[in-house]
């Protein structure tokens, strides 16, 4: 069973999942984005200043090489001041070293065929590599230019050799981790320096920026640092942790927030859906109250009518007693005019006439509530007290057309709740179009039978006439508004009929009896027997 | 006094009508219905009836005619609960004494049963003339007739053609069967048959 409710919090609720997919996929879009343009910034400014610093390294080697093998040679001793001065101030180049390349091996520790490489002046003193197993490639190297060797442990030499006729040359042991200060090392990324393919820096990133998601491909920084020869690639990769992309605490905020929202509109929803399931049943509730004050004046108004046609009936009903205490009046009055009054008599007469008068009265009141048009008041009612009150309604006028009426009641009487005046209607209808077709027929010994019974949860009205019954093509069309077999009818007493048994949720239904006539059975809601008598549950 | 034969569907108006009589000193028999009237009435026991013209299965016109098939011509009132022009006309063309409307007045209904009673008697004279003057031979009757007429004896005789002895034996034997030899008595007699 689906509550009416549902539906908006199911929206509210499927508005809240699917706005959180998407602040998931904005946040992880303009986290990656925003984090792959920081890596790109980062990784200009490194290589701006590794460049830079690449640079400075050539101008040394030309400043050395000037010094050393110039017009005016320096001496071995300024020149290691000046190298001094240089590791001094630049901690990254680890030692530095003016080198002699005989071509023809007449180094002092040499005699090596094919070339060597005596240290002229070294700061700090033996604190270098062994260039010797380079010599070749230096001896090789072109004038002027700076060339780069792997050195392990994550430097390079960078030499250069002086200009014609020189032998010497000035090589330089470079720390590439001290190419990046400390302070500039991106701790979110993964910085890689790498000469020749092979690295010479790997500064991991930190703890919190070590591992992201796989599902998306992380930024990667590489430019190559291009510096007089030393063909440096400086590459950053970024990894995209879950919690950067999405941040939990923004994640969170957003989820209350929209989960506030969702809330709030599904409030809205269900209160709009309310609002307007209220309105139609309010609307539905009048319509069917103005529906009904229709029929109650159909019903009426039909009544009205009906009381016209008894009127001779019920003059008759009335006349009796009216005659009755006219008579006994008169012979009181007689009484009390005699010498000696038999006063026992008397008032004997006067007990009857208070009695008669009574009974007038019954039948006056029995009429004024059938013609009255007070609201119908729903009740639990004896059917068969309602046969006897239409009986008294009818009987006359039944005698007068020498039609019988043949009554067989249940005891105990079954029943329903209902408005009495709607359901002698019912009955009156159907004793009038019964007397009306056995007259019309001609019948001799025209009767007209009205039972009442209970049978199950159900309780029966069963009125049937030895009349010639209902044909098979009125049959369908007997409960049909302004249909009539009659001359002068409206065709509306059936259908009415109909109306005031369904409105007690009871059901009319028309045929024809095994013995031919018609029979038409009201079938109501047997009130249930254990409840005591009176008028009770059923008011609505 | 004759009796009162009162026939109404209603206990009620029946006992009130029956009760009002008797202040009047009138006895009245009641019926609820016209069968047990007729299976209970009796020739010899001549009444007026009071009879209510609208009873269930046998209405008060079906009782009087009923009763007329049977020789009863006593004079009937018929009482009603509505002043049907047209039943009031058949009712009268049937020969009924009165019709009268419910609520009926005391006064009303002990006048038009003295009336009836009064019609009674001379239904129940004429009836009796009759069957006495049935007795005569025709010979006798003629001869009545003549007297009738104020003829004496010899005139008679001399109309019929035969000797004043025989008419005067004709006379002997009228007077012995109408059991009067007051010619005047027989006179009247054979006028009110």
Known sequence: MTSPLAKPRLIGLALWLAALVAFVVVSVETSRTRMADELE????????????????????????????????????????????????????IAWLALVSLDAGGAGADGGQAGGGVREVVAVPSGGGVDLLPLAPEMAAQVRGRPSVYAAGEGRYLL????????????VLLIDAARLVEPEERPG????????????????????????????????????????????????????????????????????????????????????????????????????????????TLLAHASRVNAMGELASGIAHELTQPLTALLSRSQAALRLAGADRPDLALIS??????????????????????????????RARQELNAIVAEVVALTRTDLERRGIALVLDLAEPAPEAVVDAIEMEQVLHNLIRNAADALEAAGILGA?????????????????????????????????????????????????????????????????????????????????????????????? | MHKVYLV????????????????Y????????????????????????????????????????????????????????????????????????????????????????????????????????????????????REVLDMVARGWASKEVAAALEVSVRTIDAHRAKIAEKLGTSSVAEQVRLALIS
């Open chain 1, 447 to 540: 009767r007209i039978s009205i039972a009442t019974k209970a049978a199950g949860a159900e309780a029966k009205i069963v009125v049937a006439d030895n009349g010639p019954g209902i044909s098979a093509e009125v049959l369908p069309k007997l409960f049909t508004p302004f249909f009539t077999t009659k001359a002068d009818g409206m065709g509306l007493g059936l259908s009415l009929c109909q109306t005031l048994v369904e409105r007690v949720d009871g059901r009319i239904e028309a045929g024809n009896a095994g013995g031919g006539g018609a029979r038409f059975v009201v079938t109501l809601p047997l009130a249930g027997g254990a409840l005591a008598r009176g008028p009770l549950a059923g008011e609505r």
């Open chain 1, 188 to 295: 979110f990324a993964h910085l890689r320096l790498s000469l020749d393919g092979a690295d010479l820096v790997h500064l991991p990133a930190d703890a919190a920026f070590a591992s992201g998601v796989s599902w998306l491909t992380p930024p990667h920084f590489e430019k190559v640092i291009d510096g007089e020869g030393q063909r440096l690639l400086l590459s950053l990769d970024r990894s995209l942790p879950l919690a950067v992309l999405v941040p939990p605490g923004r994640l969170l905020a957003f989820a209350v927030v929209a989960g506030l929202l969702a809330a709030a509109l599904s409030f809205g929803l269900s209160q709009r859906a309310a609002v307007k399931r209220s309105l139609i049943a309010t609307r539905a509730a009048e319509a069917r109250a103005l529906l009904q004050e229709r029929e």
């Open chain 1, 348 to 377: 004997q007469a006067l007990d009857v006439n208070v009695r008669e008068a009574k009974r007038a009265g019954e039948m006056l009141k029995r009429m004024r509530d059938y013609a009255s048009n007070k609201a119908p008041e």
């Open chain 1, 159 to 170: 030499a250069k050799r002086a200009p014609e006729p020189s032998d010497l040359g000035v």
């Open chain 1, 41 to 92: 910034v980062t990784g200009r400014t490194l290589h701006r200043l590794i460049s830079q610093r690449v640079a400075q390294h050539d101008a040394h080697l030309t400043t050395l090489i000037a010094l050393s093998s110039g017009v005016e040679p320096a001496s071995d001793g300024a020149v290691r001041q000046v190298m001094e001065s240089i590791a001094r101030f630049y901690p990254r």
């Open chain 2, 8 to 23: 109404d569907d209603d206990e009620a108006v029946r006992e009130a009508l029956a009760f009002l009589l008797s202040t």
């Open chain 2, 25 to 140: 000193g009138i006895a009245a028999e009641t019926f609820g219905d016209p069968q047990t009237f007729l299976a209970h009435v009796q020739e010899d026991r001549p009444g007026v009836l009071v009879v209510d013209l609208r009873m269930p299965e046998v209405s008060g016109q079906q009782l009087h005619q009923k009763l007329a098939e049977r020789g009863i011509d006593w004079p009937t009132i018929m009482i009603t609960g509505h002043g049907d022009v047209a039943a009031c006309r058949r009712a009268f063309k049937a020969g009924i004494q009165d019709f009268l409307t419910k609520p009926v007045d005391g006064e009303v209904l002990v006048e038009a049963l003295q009336q009836g009673f009064a019609s009674l008697d001379a239904r129940l004279e004429k009836r009796e003339a009759r069957a006495l003057l049935a007795r005569l031979t025709e010979r006798e």
